[in-house]
């Protein structure tokens, strides 16, 4: 599961979400969800408020969905 569900299985819009992260807007939250900027990339701080807003103990949770590994 990655931020876009979470959000959603929340209940909260972006800028709903934006509004309870001091340290990204709903610009920003967008691009995390598009991939436009990775979620790795993200700030500890912003990962945690984001994590705190959506009720997520684990930031790993934040993280979009490991595609398989096509080598194996």
């Keep these: 599961m990655g931020l876009k569900e979470l959000r959603l299985k929340k209940g909260l819009t972006q800028q709903q979400l934006a509004k309870k992260v001091s340290s990204a807007n709903q610009q920003r939250i967008s ?3 598009s991939g436009l900027l990775p979620v790795e990339n993200m700030t ?3 990962a945690l408020q984001i994590c705190d ?13 490991s595609k398989p590994d096509s080598n194996e």
């Design 31 to 33: 691009a995390y969800e």
């Design 53 to 65: 807003a959506l009720g997520v103990s684990n930031p790993r949770k934040l993280l979009p969905d």
């Design 44 to 46: 500890l701080k912003t």
